[in-house]
């Protein structure tokens, strides 16, 4: 079973300043830690793929019609601090696996060796619907 494990950033669930504000010391702790946890997944052939995200202030929004070009703006831009910071999918043999990593991946190092305690989302991905049905 896939399950994509969404990182989400903001100080509505932790107390923990933006990486910004963060000592170099600490940030290359918390790049570490995300590289060690990323191997072991690999080791045990549970990781499909994990990657960052570029901020919010980079983001475009594409709608069509599919009949002209598309209309592109910038954002979204989350009203709250909050935002989409990276994920994980991984391939696991249950949610409860799955619900573990995403524990890991929460308690990430953040100021003075910290947890961050960042929400991790955890949802499965579903296959798509069998045409032939």
């Not at 896939?2 to 923990?16: H, I, K, T, V």
């Not at 010391?25 to 990657?51: C, K, P, S, T």
């Not at 209309?71 to 989409?84: A, C, H, Q, R, Y």
């Amino acid at each position: 079973m896939r399950f994509m494990l969404l990182q989400n950033y903001g100080p509505a669930e932790s107390d923990c300043p933006p990486m910004t504000e963060w000592s170099p010391a600490d940030i290359r702790a918390h790049i570490e830690f995300q590289h060690v946890l990323n191997r072991e997944l690999l080791e045990r052939g549970e990781l499909v793929d994990a990657q960052g995200l570029a901020g919010p202030e980079q983001a475009r929004r594409v709608v069509s019609d599919g009949t002209g070009a598309p209309v592109i703006t910038d954002g979204p831009f989350p009203e709250s601090k909050e935002l989409l910071a990276g994920y994980r999918l991984v391939d696991v043999d249950t949610a409860a696996r799955a619900i573990e990593i995403a524990g890991q991946a929460s308690a990430a190092p953040g100021p003075g060796g910290a947890p961050i305690r960042q929400p991790i989302e955890v949802r499965q991905v579903l296959s798509a619907p069998d045409p032939d049905l």
